[in-house]
């Protein structure tokens, strides 16, 4: 009788070693899976200013291009256009998110 309720009593405690620690593995999957979201949002957010510094970037090389060559008038209406779709890629960003 001694056995077995020293066995018995052996198993419990294992149970309740094993019910804690799976408790502390949800919590540590669920810290990890908020963490990869706030990581996924940080990559999405980094990956549009990517994008908006380089259309920046073909905006200065327009207007560089476009400054050695001359006429002004021209050069306004390029950057406009320029302009004008950067408007467009950054609603159509906006719309996504």
């Given at each position: ?67 050695q060559k ?28």
């Open positions: 009788m001694f056995d077995f309720e020293t066995t018995l009593s052996g198993i419990d405690y294992k149970i309740r070693q094993l019910i804690e620690q799976n408790n502390r593995l949800k919590q540590d999957i669920a810290r990890l899976t908020e963490n990869n979201e706030e990581l996924t949002e940080k990559i999405k957010s980094q990956e549009n200013i990517i994008i908006d510094l380089k259309q920046e970037n073909e905006i200065i090389k327009l207007r560089n291009t476009l400054v001359g006429d002004s008038a021209e050069i306004k209406l390029k950057i406009n256009q320029m302009i004008r779709n950067i408007d467009k890629s950054l609603m159509l960003l906006t719309k996504v998110d």
